[in-house]
């Protein structure tokens, strides 16, 4: 079932026409909803009376099954609850509400987006959406996408509509990626080196695929200076989008934040309607087997046994990457703890079908070579001990997995010091 809210003002007008289209489109029931501030019998019977007419005048121009109802209470709370009791999958609303002082947002639509379940459609203009349900029009939408879980729900929600062009925008900030890939070329402001741009759409490319889509999306990924929020606008009128869909987390729940927030301001600002969908639409999922592990070792016992159980989260096939980062510039040291890492290989890695990659990085900071190795071959998970015995500079400590933990979007893997040792 779709839920349509209106409050009967000029800017419910094309939330109206566009919910009938999407009832019709998808085949489903449409609720159309008033909630009155004062419940008294003429207010109400006035209610029913107009959602009755609108109703009609919707059944005549899109054959769509409608029903009405006129509630009493706090509109953003009685929609609230109403949206769970009757298992609506979308809401559609207009932008703006009939209080001078809600624009550019209605406050109903704000409450909304953060607190459903559901995704909730704000509509600016009806006649793509109208056009798209008689089949006359593709429509494009593009999903803003930050590689996480809230925009993964985002593209879900897309990917199941019936044609419909998906293009997924990925903004990224030069500055950012060219030290989190460890690339040395100059960085310009307004433009991403080829091998970043390169790195960043096989990166984009592979997190789509986790995601069913009905047709294949396009991927965009541009330079951002600025707010994200900002790029994406732009990219909404390079791509001549329809829709603009945003994953929301929803964990920002206080005004302030809420104030201040991307999503927020993507809502505000977007030129075309938007289709806000929470982190929280899709179940929690289970990750994809790994096929990439990455494990560093200082040749330490304690860190030696990460590699034991790095092998592990591999299974049968995959690639282990064993690392060792030094900051000695010689030749020979190199040497000499290749021949130290091809000597920590796991015996079985050919039975499993394991293929090793040796690597000896070069770092003051061993945790930054680290980081970038595992952002650059697309790791699955870093593997790393959780404390060595040894000391002295470039080897791993607790503070280097520490340092690992708190800035890899990578999943990274723990391993403790031998209980007996």
């Known amino acids: 079932m779709l839920l349509c809210g209106t409050d009967f003002s000029p800017g419910a007008l094309p939330a109206l026409r566009a919910a009938a289209a999407l009832a019709r489109k998808q085949a489903a029931a449409l609720l159309l909803v008033h909630v009155l501030d004062h419940d008294d019998p003429g207010s109400r019977a006035r209610a029913a009376a107009r959602l009755s007419s609108d109703a009609a005048e919707l059944r005549r ?41 809600s624009r550019p947002l209605g406050r109903v639509a704000e409450y909304l987006c953060q607190r459903v379940e559901v995704p909730v459609l704000l509509v600016r203009d009806a006649d793509n959406l109208v056009s798209w349900s008689n089949g006359k029009l593709l429509l494009r939408a593009l999903v803003g996408s930050g590689l996480g879980d809230a925009s993964r729900s985002a593209l879900a929600a897309i990917g199941n509509w019936p044609d419909v062009a998906v293009t997924i925008g990925h903004v990224a900030w030069p500055y950012g990626e060219h030290y989190r890939l460890g690339v040395k070329a100059p960085v310009h402001r307004d433009r991403l080196v080829p091998e970043v741009h390169d790195q ?90 790994p096929r990439v592990v990455v494990v560093p070792t200082d040749f330490s016992a304690e860190s030696d046994r990460a590699i034991g159980i790095a092998a592990s989260l591999l299974g049968l096939g995959g690639s282990l990457h064993i690392l060792h980062v030094t900051n000695d510039p010689c030749e020979r040291a190199r040497t000499q703890a290749l021949q130290q890492l091809k000597a920590r290989i796991p015996k079985d890695a050919p039975v499993r079908r394991i293929t090793p990659e040796l690597r ?59 209980r007996e040792s």
């Open 360 to 418: 000896v990085l070069q770092g003051e900071q061993p945790w930054i070579e680290i980081w970038r190795h595992a952002e650059r071959c697309r790791a699955d998970f870093i593997c790393m001990s959780a404390r060595s015995r040894r000391t002295g500079p470039g080897l791993l400590r607790g503070s280097q997995t520490k340092a690992v933990m708190e800035h890899s979007q990578i999943p990274v893997v723990t391993v403790p010091p031998d």
């Open 200 to 289: 960043l759409l096989g990166d984009l490319g592979r997190w789509a695929l986790e995601t069913p889509c009905r047709s294949t999306p396009k991927l965009r990924v541009v330079a951002g200076y600025s707010r994200v929020d900002f790029h994406l606008k732009e990219l909404i009128d390079q791509t001549e989008a329809d829709l603009l869909v945003v994953g929301i987390h929803q964990r920002n729940l206080s005004d302030d934040v809420w104030q201040s927030s991307i999503s927020r301001s993507a809502l505000q600002e977007a030129t075309c309607n938007v289709l806000s969908v929470p982190e929280r639409f899709l179940p929690v999922r289970t990750s994809p087997v």
């Open 61 to 101: 121009t899109c054959d769509a099954t409608i029903e009405t109802l006129v509630l009493f209470g706090e509109p953003a709370a009685t929609l609230f609850e109403l949206i769970r009791e009757r298992g609506v999958r979308l809401v559609v609303l207009g932008v703006t509400g009939s209080d001078p002082r």
